[in-house]
């Protein structure tokens, strides 16, 4: 992996403490290094984000400025985090366009199923609900971001080719095992994402009443 550019310091500090005590402390290592190329990205579209709203005129909402630009660290986080695991910029990744596509598993819930009878059930329940938890603010954050109003079935649609994209890089830069298992619970994560949007939205309107 490359050198850390916010977090080095502090991911050295943890280290030094917990690398040896945490069976598992590789995931604290990808997700230091997600949570760093995040920042990195977010910084980027802040400055892109500033200098569109500039040429255009357009007159400024801070509240939805600020939800986009959380938006973004997500969106750069989540594909830190599946996709791009090794690197910081596109020309670092070598992509794999020759691969056999039996290497991807199309068969609904096998590899699960297989995680759940190994030796530890922590892969299984990152696996399981980490991949719908990871979706929940896409159904959150999309249809309050967006101007137009969209529906439930809009938004399942949108977090489902989301994932496929996700998948779909995973298999071409070999970075991660392409699993419809994951499309599958990511989806569902973007439908319970946006069912909270929805009740927080009825909340709302009812305290107002």
Known sequence: ???MIFLGPLYDYIYRLYAMKINHFPLIRLSFYAVDKAILYTLFFIVLRFIWVKLKNKKTNF???FGL???AFYIFL???LTVFRDGYFLWQFKFYFHRPLSQINIIPLIETFKLSKGQSLVDFFYN????IVWFVPMGVFIPALTKKHLGFFQVVLIGALISTSIETLQFILNTG?????????NTLGAAVGYLLYFVGKWIKRLIKI
């Open 1 to 3: 992996m490359s050198k």
């Open 63 to 65: 509240g939805r400025e």
């Open 69 to 71: 630009t959380v938006f």
């Open 78 to 80: 989540l594909f830190a």
């Open 128 to 131: 399981l609900y980490g991949n």
């Open 177 to 185: 095992v392409t699993d419809i298992d994951d499309v599958i619970f």
